[in-house]
């Protein structure tokens, strides 16, 4: 089931949470907090608000846009928060294996954490070009992997 994370809200006090699916309340009904508290941290509301940028670019160039929170930080934990090409460099941006400039969606299947010099190499191209295609299919892999 997708999750909505453009919902605004209507004025209910009641919420469920994007990670754990479990309902909470908030004490004023306009806060737009999307996880419980348990589940809050800065840096997953940091990775949500990154995720929703990069849907909005993606429906906005009429692209696939449906990577969840969820799926996001489960990419996250598998590359340990490290760039997914070069593991001793610290995750920096949301990489799009296809850019969306290119017909590519922010999906779990195009997405990958990755630092800024290995982001600048790609530089709107297809990484096909700049990186090795062994080190391109190997990732892709990874992220089929973690889908199933």
Not at 9 to 28: A, E, I, P, Q, W
Not at 129 to 147: G, M, N, R, T, W
């Amino acid at each position: 089931m997708k999750q909505n994370i453009y919902a605004r809200c209507t004025g209910d006090k009641n919420r469920m949470c994007l990670l754990c699916n479990s309902h909470y309340l908030v004490k004023n009904p306009i806060e737009t907090n999307t996880f419980c508290p348990d589940c809050f941290t800065e840096s997953r509301k940091h990775e949500l608000t990154r995720v929703k940028h990069h849907l909005h670019r993606a429906e906005k160039a009429g692209n696939d846009a449906t990577l969840t929170i969820n799926q996001w930080l489960k990419i996250l934990d598998y590359f340990k928060w490290k760039c997914a090409y070069c593991p001793n460099g610290q995750f920096e941006v949301l990489e799009h294996i296809v850019p969306i400039l290119s017909g590519g969606g922010t999906t779990s299947i195009n997405c990958i954490p990755a630092c800024l010099s290995c982001n600048r190499r790609k530089d709107s191209k297809l990484l096909i070009d700049k990186l090795s295609k062994y080190k391109i299919e190997q990732v892709k892999q990874q992220l089929i992997d973690i889908a199933l």
